[in-house]
């Protein structure tokens, strides 16, 4: 929480609604022993309990909290509002609803000029990592831990247009580390069809056109499935929108949609991720 997300949190602070952030477990500031691990199923649960925290406030109206959530804390957002009809509104950033339907495979492999042969082979290594650190955890071994960003078949992102950003990461984040527990590739979400249609509240999706981790067109396809959804679209890449003039005019077309949902009555508004 000591990097973006503050920036997003400021612009809906601004706008008079409250925010809350945090770090999952394993992560940050956060507890959780071994580190760097990423639990879908253990990080929704500590997003129920982030709502429960914000609504058992004083200060806070239970009936108006809203869920923020980007990339894969986008999935975990959609799944939470899914299940808790309480939930007031949904913003979900460039949402990694599903690791295999829906990135991009094709577009990743010509940004980064691999071949089929190539990316399959590296995709084959992360697998073994997987396996091999799924397996460590069940015995209580330390994790095989992979690089966040970095060399094909030992990191998830491998792009090397990216490397200014994961540099810029590394220098402006305390707390955030190029490594992350390789189990996660055989535990990444995957979307079930109907999930955005069980959702009783107002969702404003937020996509990059020309994401090649998150695909716009999977995702506003699943998007169809409620008519309170709305998108929009913008001509950019996945991690464009966390910076610069795009996330000045994405975090302002958040911003408008929660208001417009939060603040239609007098009371307090929680924002949150």
């Known amino acids: 929480m000591d990097w973006i997300l503050p920036s997003f949190a400021q612009a809906f602070v601004g706008a008079g609604l409250a925010a809350l952030i945090f770090d999952y477990r394993h992560f940050g500031e956060s507890e959780g022993e071994p580190r760097q691990i990423v639990d879908v199923q253990k990080q929704r649960q500590d997003l129920r309990s982030a709502i429960a925290f914000a609504r058992s406030s004083a200060e806070l109206d239970p009936a108006k909290v809203a869920l923020w959530g980007t990339s894969l804390g986008g999935?975990?957002?959609?799944?939470?509002?899914g299940e808790d009809a309480r939930i007031a509104a949904v913003v979900a950033n460039m949402p990694a609803l599903d690791v295999l339907r829906g990135a991009d495979f094709s577009a990743r492999m010509t940004r980064?000029?691999?071949?089929a042969v190539q990316f399959a082979t590296t995709t084959a290594?992360?697998?073994?990592?997987?396996?091999?650190?799924?397996?460590?955890?069940?015995?209580?071994?330390?994790?095989?831990?992979?690089?966040?960003?970095?060399?094909?078949?030992?990191?998830?992102?491998?792009?090397?247009?990216?490397?200014?950003?994961?540099?810029?990461?590394?220098?402006?984040?305390?707390?955030?580390?190029?490594?992350?527990?390789?189990?996660?590739?055989?535990?990444?979400?995957r979307y079930r069809k109907g999930a955005v249609g069980r959702i009783r509240a107002p969702l404003l999706f937020t996509l990059a056109s020309h994401d090649v981790e998150v695909s716009a067109d999977f995702v506003k396809e699943a998007a169809k499935e409620s008519t309170l959804a709305r998108v929009k679209e913008y001509p950019a890449d996945h991690f464009?929108?966390?910076?610069?003039?795009?996330?000045?005019?994405?975090?302002?077309?958040?911003?408008?949609?929660?208001?417009?949902?939060?603040?239609?009555?007098?009371?307090?508004?929680?924002?949150?991720?």
Request: hydrophobic share 45%; charged share 25%; aromatic share 12%.
């Open 75 to 81: 999935s975990h957002v959609i799944a939470i509002a």
């Open 125 to 189: 290594r992360l697998l073994k990592a997987a396996v091999e650190d799924w397996a460590r955890g069940l015995f209580g071994k330390s994790p095989r831990y992979l690089n966040v960003y970095g060399e094909p078949g030992e990191a998830f992102f491998t792009d090397p247009a990216l490397a200014e950003r994961f540099e810029a990461v590394e220098k402006g984040s305390p707390t955030w580390r190029n490594l992350v527990a390789a189990r996660f590739f055989l535990q990444a979400p």
């Open 240 to 273: 464009d929108l966390y910076h610069g003039e795009l996330f000045e005019q994405v975090a302002a077309d958040q911003v408008e949609f929660l208001v417009e949902h939060l603040r239609r009555t007098s009371g307090h508004d929680v924002e949150r991720r």
């Open 112 to 115: 980064q000029n691999v071949s």
